[in-house]
Structures are given as C-alpha cells and as structure tokens.
C-alpha cells in the first residue's frame, strides 16, 4: 500500500504522542506503591508497547514504498 506524505505524518505524530505516553507511565510505575494502580500501568506500558511497534511497522513499510516510488 502506498501512503500518502500526509499520512506517514499522522503516524509520526502519533508515535511521538505514544512514546510520551510510555514514558510517562513507566516513570509514574516508580513512584506508585498501590498494587492495582501499578498493575494497571503495566497493562498500558504493554499496550503501548505494542501499538509503538505496530505504527513502528506502519512507518517502515511508508519509508518502503517512497523508496520504489521515486
């Protein structure tokens, strides 16, 4: 699929939101003594995690196709 600049933009964008997002909950994990609280951060961080790889993905197959295009 070929993406269009202003897509692979919005996906740059949002991975520089998510990576904010996994820095802000692994840096308020440390500080957090609640069990369930803590537990749920880890679920965001996996979450995350997962979503930055996807869009990761998302990212290099953009570059890709801009490659073959010009």
Do not use: W
């Not at 699929?1 to 998510?18: N, Q, R």
């Amino acid at each position: 699929m070929v993406y269009g600049l202003h897509e692979t933009l919005e996906v740059h964008e949002l991975s520089a939101f998510k990576t904010v997002c996994l820095t802000k909950s692994k840096t308020m994990q440390a500080l957090i003594s609640d069990p369930v609280l803590k537990a749920i951060l880890q679920k965001d961080v996996d979450l995350t995690t997962r979503q930055l790889q996807e869009l990761g993905n998302i990212l290099n197959q953009a570059s890709s196709s801009q490659e073959v295009k010009q």
